[in-house]
């Protein structure tokens, strides 16, 4: 009979940012280990506050699954002298196996013939699995940090308080730090601190949600958000909408209870973003807009309990926020008396990495380089901006404001140049060099901006590369995913056309001085290989989310180093690979890769020699070419790629009968070879587009 598990650990308040990763450990641990074991189980769910980790799992079968399998012993060469009889090495397996020799089979494998064995495995009880199972789950979570307490030699998020392990409605033996499992949860710490006693895992959720705890994530997640909506509502205005916010808030209380709060007006003269990142950065409070989508003199405060006196409690949320938001004015006040451009000597004294240098040295390289991405893409008339927005697109990060708020970097920026009188093209600038700091973050809205923005990006990624401390598995302390796809958004939301290989040399060149005598492992690739081929992976990982991934494969194969071109020639070519003739197309196509890849490489270079083309199959396919070459040349320069796909198509027919008619690998060298080149010559058409020879005709 089907049982349910459940396993939950409580704990001093753990970290807000450490409750999804371990519950996601807890979960992938307990199913991976169950399924080792061959344990059968329904519904997996998750549950967590800031006092506890759960899991619950629906329907534990009684036992594993039985099995038999195959045990794979000595060869049969091994097994048997050259008389037929047994070896000692097949008397030892069949003692092992507890069968007679006679009864052994011979099992063919890719090594030869094996002697072998049945083996019956019975499944183990699923109290005796989990047991194993819990201790290597609980032993396994990944926590940023751990720690210690008392005499206890394991470590974990903060002191475990109680663990709950039940299988139906007996407890599992666990043992974690020095707290034995048992069947005693506890509700809210203040509302309902005493021990709740639990018959049975699916009185869990039911039995904590009397005792004032909402266990399940995304019910108290939609709580949070109901009801500080509702509180804002009241206050007057509309919440400033923040999901990553809700979430933080949703993970530091057990039972949300909002409560709206004003500061003074006078400071609604700061930066916005100074009094949103005051708010929620220190106190996690939500902010307010009214009608206009302007701050209100407002916030929204989330409390663990409800509160007994209100105005009690808003007096300390208030004050707190008030001791906040007069230190965010005293740093703006002082940062404003000093000009943004008589701080940018202090980025001298500002290491960026230690290898690469000062931010000083950092923005001289990413001045020039944003110089000629404008003049590359044809926005050479920003110059000036470029300039003077670059040399003082760092200067903020050595202002109070930015030294207390690092997140404000760029906003600063461009209050602080504002304040010195910088034209508004060059505070703007400022800013939108930063966009977009997220994935979901907006794209800068002017090109002065957007070009810093990738001439910083691309020397970060160059710099880190070179010195060889790019990304290594999950790994990315400079960021170096999040920058490489913010130039790819930047490139095709902007719409710039330029080389990425020339960008990227010009950028180790301006990091030339500084990576000159870095010492590389033997057959590593160039810096320049290794940011191109970084670039691929994050184009390939980004366009497969919306084709297949053959399609992005040929696409890539047939050149990247213009993103807004190959970008098109993949929409170009994903438009057709669902149309019912693609396959028949694809198939054809590829094979001309194929023969070109396999075969061109022991051809020299040159070009079809006409006079040499001796059957009627291959002289019409070279003159199809022809006429199609100049027409699919015109088409890829306007970009219409669409067209040039219709234009390489149309030479399908006269390539199925040169295969059927024309043997290629000809006896005669020259022949063959004035063949391989009229299909290598094809081959180049198609690689205008994409290289056929990575598509998948069957899909």
């Not at 010195?467 to 796809?485: E, H, S, V």
Request: glycine share 8%; with cysteine.
């Amino acid at each position: 009979m089907a049982s349910e598990l459940l396993l939950e650990i409580g704990a001093e308040e753990i970290p807000a940012s450490f409750i999804l990763p371990a519950l996601e450990d807890l979960k992938r641990i307990i199913t991976e280990r169950a399924a080792e074991a061959r344990l059968k189980h329904g519904e997996v769910r998750t549950y967590g506050t800031p006092r506890r980790l759960a899991v619950w799992v629906k329907d534990v079968g009684e036992r594993g699954e039985d099995i038999t399998r195959e045990q794979l012993g000595p060869s049969v060469k091994a097994a048997f002298d050259k008389d037929g009889k047994p070896t000692k090495a097949a008397e030892k397996f069949a003692e092992s196996q507890k069968v007679a020799v006679d009864a052994l089979l011979r099992l063919q494998t890719p090594k030869g013939e094996y002697l072998g064995a049945k083996v019956e495995e019975k499944g183990r009880p699923a109290a005796e699995i989990l047991k194993d199972v819990l201790h290597t789950a609980v032993h396994g979570i990944n926590f940023r940090k751990t720690m210690r307490w008392g005499d206890v030699e394991q470590a974990f998020a903060r002191p475990v308080q109680w663990v709950v392990a039940l299988l139906g409605g007996e407890v599992l033996p666990l043992v974690l730090g020095d707290v034995k499992s048992g069947r005693t949860t506890y509700g809210h710490r203040f509302l309902s601190p005493g021990a709740i006693e639990l018959s049975k895992p699916s009185d869990y959720e039911a039995a904590l949600e009397k005792a004032n705890v909402v266990a399940d994530i995304s019910k108290r997640r939609a709580q949070v958000l109901e009801r500080v909506r509702a509180a804002a509502t009241q206050a007057g205005g509309k919440l400033m909408e923040d999901d990553s916010l809700v979430d933080q808030v949703t993970n530091l209380v057990e039972l949300p209870n909002p409560v709206v709060g004003t500061f003074e007006e006078r400071h609604l003269d700061l930066p916005p973003e100074v009094l949103v990142q005051e708010m929620k950065s220190h106190q996690r409070y939500f902010s307010v807009l009214d009608a206009q989508g302007k701050l209100m003199p407002r916030f929204i405060a989330v409390s663990n309990t409800p509160v007994r006196d209100v105005n009690l409690s808003l007096r300390g949320y208030q004050r707190v926020l008030r001791a906040r938001l007069a230190d965010g004015r005293f740093f703006f006040d002082e940062d404003r008396k000093t000009p943004l451009a008589a701080r940018t000597e202090k980025l001298g004294r500002v290491v960026w990495q230690g290898q690469l240098g000062s931010y000083a040295e950092k923005v001289e390289r990413f001045r020039a380089l944003g110089v000629k991405l404008a003049e590359w893409t044809g926005h050479g008339g920003h110059k000036g901006t470029i300039e003077r927005a670059s040399t003082l697109a760092k200067a903020d990060l050595v202002t109070g404001m930015v030294g207390e708020f690092p997140e404000l970097q760029g906003v600063m920026g461009r209050e602080y140049a504002r304040a010195s009188g910088e034209p508004e093209a060059v505070a703007q600038a400022i800013f939108e060099h930063y966009l977009p700091r997220t994935a979901e973050d907006a794209l800068p809205t002017q090109d002065s901006g957007a070009l810093i923005g990738l001439a910083d990006r691309l020397d970060t990624l160059c710099g880190i590369f070179a010195i060889g401390k790019g990304p290594t598995g999950a790994a990315d302390p400079f960021a170096l995913r999040r920058a490489c796809l913010a130039v790819i958004r930047i490139v095709q939301g902007r719409g710039y056309r330029f080389s990425l290989a020339q960008a990227v040399d010009a950028a180790l060149e301006q990091l030339g001085p500084k990576i000159a005598n870095v010492k590389r492992k033997a057959g590593e690739p160039a810096p320049r290989e290794q940011v191109l081929e970084f670039f691929r992976g994050r184009l390939k990982a980004l366009w497969t989310e919306e084709f297949r991934t053959d399609v992005v494969e040929a696409v890539l194969s047939a050149g990247f180093d213009d993103m807004v071109a190959a970008r098109k020639r993949l929409e170009a070519l994903g438009g057709i690979v669902g149309r019912a003739d693609f396959a028949p197309l694809a198939g054809a196509f590829k094979r001309v890769g194929n023969i070109v890849e396999k075969q061109g490489k022991d051809v020299a270079r040159g070009e079809v020699n006409p006079q040499r083309l001796t059957d009627d199959a291959e002289r019409q396919l070279h003159a199809a070419y022809v006429q199609a070459r100049s027409r699919v040349s015109d088409l890829v320069k306007s970009d219409d790629f669409s067209g040039a796909l219709r234009e390489i198509t149309s030479l399908k027919p006269t390539v199925d009968i040169f295969f059927d008619k024309v043997m290629v690998m000809a006896e005669d060298k020259d022949l063959r070879e004035n063949r391989i080149r009229l299909l290598t010559e094809i081959g180049t058409l198609f690689n205008q587009v994409a290289d056929f020879a990575k598509l998948q005709a069957e899909a």
